[in-house]
């Protein structure tokens, strides 16, 4: 399902200098159809009360959607982008790191849907998101 040309090396490269980078998203392991990130919990991803940032899952899993559609395109011809996101926060953390793994739930022409489901160090469910991808064709 995902185009050879992309490797961990070349999705943590392409992600220099981005809000990606900024908060310490590491893409880690890819897989026939899942690709899998890690992200810190510390002051880069914490909100005032010391807890991890529900925002900060958020962008860990539009990371590793965006990632994943991508991964599947012809990028000569088309390109995703964010159309909807939501997530359920299910139990807080303070510290450590947490691991997101991003599959599909359906693959279309023109839109695709992922889940991404995020857990803590222990195992423990921290946060499951689903977003929406819509497929863009370039301009000929």
């Not at 088309?78 to 139990?91: C, E, F, P, R, S």
């Not at 739930?105 to 857990?119: A, D, N, Q, R, S």
Request: charged residues 20%.
């Amino acid at each position: 399902m995902f185009k050879e040309i992309f490797t961990l090396d070349v999705i943590n490269d392409f992600s220099k200098n981005t809000l990606v980078e900024h908060v310490g998203i590491q893409f880690t392991e890819i897989g026939s159809d899942y690709i899998v990130a890690t992200m810190p919990v510390d002051h880069r991803t914490h909100q005032p009360m010391g807890l991890l940032h529900g925002g900060a899952s958020v962008v860990l899993a539009e990371s590793l959607g965006s990632v994943a559609a991508t991964m599947t395109l012809d990028h000569d011809a088309q390109y995703a982008v964010g159309l909807d996101i939501n997530a359920n926060h299910i139990k807080s953390a303070r510290e450590g790191v947490v691991t997101g793994k991003a599959s599909p739930l359906h693959i279309g022409k023109k839109t695709h849907v992922w889940e991404i489901k995020i857990h803590n160090e222990n195992g423990d469910l921290v946060c499951v998101s689903r977003i929406t991808m819509a497929i863009i064709d370039k301009k000929k």
